[in-house]
């Protein structure tokens, strides 16, 4: 596609329960970022994948957060065990190559609500 | 730690004013900053990014931004601003691990 595409845009779920979030970058886009911004704040980084591994996941809160992206395009986040304070705006974001060296295009964003 | 501070969390300004927007960065010697702007239901956007070079960059939309080392900032500028213009704005810093740092934001709102 033209953009990054999230899916879903929403979702609502229960305490306890799993969650999965995807993003599908820009073709071409070898680096793909996640995101999570809170509300009423700015994004906070989680995790970041230079092709298929994972570059650096120092922002991931807790063991409850995995992320993969194992052909080094689509990319999944995956929430176990949800808690209400992990309700938030997850963005991912691709570039064409390292942060510094172009832009990052981010995507809408998937608004996570656990009840 | 790296931080960036967005010292106004809510600016409103009067269509056809001026606007400056406050950043403040933390790291680095040689900061890597960005300014993003974010409409509601839309991704962020990028306006501008100073790397090096001169210190006034000029960006999308008619936005530019201006990079003062003995101040920390990287204040984001437009002469006459638009009804369009109202968005969340924030500033960040690339750190060494080739992450984007943000600030907490400015939410712009524009009286006709």
């Known amino acids: 596609g033209a953009g990054v595409s999230q899916t879903p845009s929403n979702k609502v779920t229960e305490k306890g329960k799993y969650v999965e979030l995807r993003c599908d970058p820009i073709?071409?886009?070898?680096?793909l970022y996640w995101y999570r911004q809170s509300l009423g704040q700015g994004p906070e980084f989680l995790i970041y994948f230079q092709g298929t591994g994972a570059a650096d996941d120092s922002g991931l809160p807790n063991d409850r957060f995995f992320a993969v992206r194992p052909e080094g395009s689509v990319s999944t986040l995956k929430i176990q065990r949800t808690e209400r304070g992990d309700s938030a705006v997850y963005l991912c974001?691709?570039?064409?190559?390292?942060?510094?060296?172009?832009?990052?295009?981010f995507g809408e964003g998937s608004r996570l609500t656990v009840l | 730690a790296q931080s960036v501070t967005q010292p106004d969390i809510h600016i409103t300004v009067s269509e056809g004013a001026s606007l400056e927007l406050r950043c403040n960065y933390s790291y680095g010697a040689t900061p890597y900053l960005f300014w993003y702007v974010q409409s509601p239901g839309q991704g962020l956007q990028l306006l501008l990014k100073y790397f090096s070079g001169d210190t006034l960059v000029q960006g999308i939309k008619g936005f530019e931004a201006e990079f003062k080392r003995s101040q920390s900032s990287f204040n984001l500028r437009k002469p006459s601003v638009h009804w369009s213009d109202a968005a969340e704005y924030f500033c960040a810093e690339l750190n060494a691990g080739n992450m984007l740092t943000f600030g907490g934001g400015t939410r712009l709102m524009v009286k006709p």
């Open positions: 974001a691709s570039s064409l190559g390292l942060a510094y060296t172009g832009e990052l295009f």
């Open positions: 073709s071409g886009h070898t680096a």
